[in-house]
């Protein structure tokens, strides 16, 4: 606990199980948001190959993640932690250009 502590800037054990269950909770989430998004548009494990349902549910994943995130974030009283966690995550893949500090 200590090491996330420091690492993350943190001051109490209670922040730091705050924002793992956060993570915890946005994973979880955008997967179950992801299947009927897929179902809805006519895509299901059982009668898509593979190699396109997956990357596609990747795909989709993705933005509820970022979405969620912050959202969870916010509704669990850690929202400034989640936003400069988001922005952090956004400039390494590539959209710095996008974000402004």
Known sequence: ????????????????????LVFSITGYSSLVIA????ELV???QESTNPWIYR??????????YQFLIVAY????????????FEKK????????RFIKD
């Open 35 to 38: 299947k009927p998004i897929l």
């Open 73 to 84: 974030g916010w509704l669990f009283g850690q929202f400034d932690f989640f936003w400069a």
């Open 1 to 20: 606990m200590e090491k996330l502590k420091k690492r993350w800037g943190l001051k109490s054990n209670k922040q730091v199980l705050i924002i793992l």
């Open 55 to 64: 990357p596609l549910r990747i795909l989709l994943i993705f933005p509820f």
């Open 89 to 96: 995550m956004l400039k390494r893949i590539g959209f710095a």
């Open 42 to 44: 006519g895509l299901n």
